[in-house]
């Protein structure tokens, strides 16, 4: 039917190391496309899952640091929402991630226990993609995060398309640094992979 044909499900497999700290997740998504014109569409899009973050004490050379004393392991539900519109090759979107309540604070000088808050946040995003050729493509993309009461975070990524079938690319996030992706996508399937290249203070943390 129209509306089968329109709709897009999909799963995420999430796992980063960072020193000591593992954060883990896995969520399913639903997705639905909206025709607006013969060269035009809008996207909509629902995920929710499941979040697990654990501190290795048994891995680090100061297990009795007190900046890590009351590290808490936990596990949390999360969901996000997001919509784009795109024309032609043009694109522009908004996603907010933290649909489901609270984000998980340190403990403060105050308080020897972390709390939990509920923070706004959104995702903006657009880019461009344009043919080189009959068998590439390149894709410009910009990102901007808001936090409440955080630094705002901005990326921009460039990808190279190959027959539609194949991707590579990298990105630069500001005060973070470089990551590197690559993928592959069927009629209906999508595979992709990312890494975020480690700076010198996570290297050496722990």
Do not use: C
Not at 16 to 31: E, Q
Not at 138 to 151: A, C, P, T, V
Request: hydrophobic share 35%; no cysteine; glycine share 10%.
């Amino acid at each position: 039917s129209p509306f089968t044909r329109r709709v897009n499900l999909g799963g995420n497999l999430y796992h980063d190391k960072n020193g000591l700290i593992t954060n883990s997740a896995v969520s399913g998504s639903f997705a639905y496309l909206l025709p607006t014109g013969k060269f035009s569409r809008i996207r909509f899009g629902l995920s929710a899952g499941v979040l697990t973050q654990r501190y290795d004490q048994n891995s680090s050379n100061n297990p009795s640091d007190p900046a890590i004393g009351n590290f808490d392991n936990q596990t949390d539900v999360f969901g996000s929402f997001g919509m784009s519109y795109q024309i032609r090759n043009a694109y522009v979107g908004i996603s907010f991630p933290n649909l489901l309540g609270s984000t998980r604070l340190p403990a403060s000088t105050n308080s020897q226990e972390a709390s939990r808050e509920y923070l706004e946040q959104f995702i903006f995003s657009t880019g461009y993609r344009f043919s080189l050729n009959e068998s590439l493509d390149l894709e410009q993309s910009i990102f901007y995060r808001y936090i409440q009461n955080s630094d705002a975070l901005a990326e921009g990524a460039i990808l190279l398309h190959v027959l539609d079938s194949f991707w590579s690319g990298g990105a630069y996030r500001l005060n973070s640094g470089f990551s590197l992706m690559v993928g592959w996508q069927s009629q209906n399937l999508t595979i992709g992979y990312s890494n975020e290249l480690a700076t010198r203070v996570v290297d050496g943390f722990g």
